[in-house]
């Protein structure tokens, strides 16, 4: 199943305010894995920049100035995300300015129904935690140490990490098999999937691993 990681940065908070999307950054995945494909795109706002915005992305009115405006990339990015899930942290923000561009432009609003917010999974998971996304990169030891400044592309690698240990899924496994439609030149596919967390042990059978440990090495050296 496909689905595409996506984040956005904004001139500020309130679309109420006139505030626009300056950056979009989207990651496919494929049966979890990232994929080649992605898509990013600065833009340009047609409106200043917030200070507040200013302090969590570092993108100017200067550096947004030539920049492509929304309705010059819309085409290629809801081709990119049609008929994929999307997996957003606080979606409610993301998709409400995305909304509000493509309603700019007359264009169909993204249906909810077809986001999944990594946001009410971690509320749900860790109640009265912080489950913000550098909390939750901390909770799973993912390395965020280059986040200085928000951004949407590196933002969708560290949600990518995130969504993954968030429902429970951890290493990827290569499973080879023979392509017997295809025999005549015996190639291989591959098919890559994720196995559940590893169950750590009780306290109980920690403290029975260590007993066993401890009489068989006085064994072992008597």
């Keep these: 199943m496909k689905e595409i990681v996506l984040d956005t940065e904004t001139t500020g908070l309130s679309i ?6 300056v950056e979009i950054g989207c990651i ?12 990013h795109c600065y833009l340009n706002p047609e409106r200043k920049v917030s200070e507040k915005a200013l302090e969590v992305h570092g993108y100017t009115n200067e550096f947004l100035g030539d920049k492509k405006k929304f309705r010059e990339i819309v085409e290629d990015f809801l081709l990119f995300i049609k008929d994929k899930k999307l997996i957003i942290h606080n979606a409610d923000f993301d998709i409400a ?5 493509l309603a700019l ?7 909810k129904s077809n986001v999944l917010d990594t946001l009410e ?7 009265g935690s912080q489950i913000s996304l550098d909390a939750l990169c901390k909770r799973y030891r993912i390395d965020n ?6 951004t949407a592309l590196l933002d969708c ?10 429902i429970d899924q951890k290493e990827p496994t290569l499973n080879f098999f023979n392509n017997t439609k295809n025999s005549s030149d ?3 596919n591959q098919n890559i999937s994720y196995f559940k967390k590893i169950i750590k042990p009780t306290p109980e059978e920690i403290k029975l691993h260590k007993k066993f440990l401890k009489s068989n090495l006085k064994k072992n050296f008597h």
Excluded: C, M, Q
């Design 16 to 21: 109420k305010d006139g505030h626009r999307i």
């Design 145 to 150: 140490s280059k986040r200085e400044k928000h």
């Design 186 to 188: 015996n190639r291989i």
């Design 28 to 39: 496919e995945l494929d049966n979890l894995v990232p994929t080649s494909n992605k898509f």
């Design 121 to 127: 999974i971690a509320r749900n998971k860790f109640p």
């Design 105 to 111: 432009l007359g264009k169909d609003k993204i249906d």
């Design 97 to 101: 300015h995305l909304n509000n561009e």
């Design 157 to 166: 690698e560290l949600l990518t990490k995130v969504y993954i240990n968030l």
